[in-house]
């Protein structure tokens, strides 16, 4: 009901969907449909069951400005075959326009068929606000989707849902809205997560997904799921920041499939990474030369005074290669070392250098 933020919007199209299971048009006028409330029978300019269009004009209702409520609903149908096929969510595109002077007076609602009763989801009110043009019924897209996931098998074969105007006087001028299309999609969790680009306090976040929106939480290794950092992208790689030197930490993600927070996949991890320490921040030695960096295997190294020591550290900061050539050139083999990133560091009798080096 909401033009940007209505119950769910999606500003791009639904992402990581499957072949769409359930697909409704409700192809007004709709004898199937049902119209009830208190209102003025000529407001109701356009009536879905015999109508092409549902529209209110408050400008016709008698006492000018009175209240008015009217509900349009739709037939009971199943979502079952979707949710049995991996659908667990639909997603509709719904033409409209309105002027409201007060909020949640247009809404949207789905019956619970457990309970008895019709569910507001958070976000199934309009604003008070213009969208497009009643009078004519210049409408706009907005696309209003719900996650069933969750639901039992009693509400998906008894599903059905409305579309309201609840007016105390005075807090709508009108309403217009073409017959609404109903696809369900599945929500599918990222994959391939991976991490890359890891600093003392820092590291780049990756994952493979068709989605367009994302939500990572991350933390320190074995934390719980909801009491990590959290953070929303639009892109991907995602750099992430403020880590502590030294740690190891697991990171999730997860497809918000609906740019919402009604319609998001599982989430997908842990994977987990480790921090530089400190103690192998790159610093330079005076006179010494590596190469070639990056390297398949073999590493040279060449300085202005004897190599005392020479060690390979992984991003974890763990010793793997420890040698003490006391020369002024020496090569090690790194053909055994997985491809990644690695920190050399280098000593002499009056100075030490640290080097990050790449094995491919």
Known sequence: MKKNITL??????????????????????????????????????????????????????????????????????????????????????????????????????????????????????????TQGSYTNCTNTLNDISLDFSTFSTNQLLNFRYRFG???????IAGFCMNSPVLNSFSCMPPTNLTVTNIGT????????????????????????????????????????????????????VRDNCSNSQAVKSAWAGPQSFTTVSLGLIEQTLKGFKLYPNPTKGIISMESEKALNEVKIFNLAGQELVNVKPNKLNTSIDLSSLSSGFYFLKVSTDEDSGTYKILKE
């Open 201 to 252: 306090s820092n590291a780049t976040l990756d994952w493979t997904s068709s989605g367009t929106n994302f939500e990572i939480e991350y933390g320190l290794q074995g934390f719980t799921l909801g009491t990590g950092m959290f953070q929303s992208t639009n892109t991907h790689p995602a750099g992430i920041a403020g880590l502590n030197a030294g740690a190891t930490y697991d990171f999730y």
């Open 8 to 129: 769910i919007l999606f500003i791009a199209l639904f992402s990581s969907a499957s072949a769409q299971i359930l697909t409704r048009n409700e192809n007004w006028p709709n004898a199937s449909w049902t119209v009830s409330g208190v209102y003025t029978p000529a407001a109701l300019v356009f009536n879905p069951t015999v109508d092409n269009k549902f529209k209110y004009d408050a400008a016709l209702a008698i006492p000018l400005g009175g209240a008015a409520t009217i509900f349009i609903e739709s037939p009971v149908f199943s979502l079952k075959p979707a949710f049995d096929g991996g659908e667990k969510a639909f997603r509709m595109d719904v033409f409209l326009s309105f002027q409201t002077l007060a909020a949640n007076v247009l809404f949207f609602e789905y019956w619970n068929a457990d309970s008895g009763t019709w569910v507001l989801p958070p976000d199934g009110t309009a604003p008070a606000a």
């Open 165 to 171: 105007i609840n007016d105390a006087g005075g807090q």
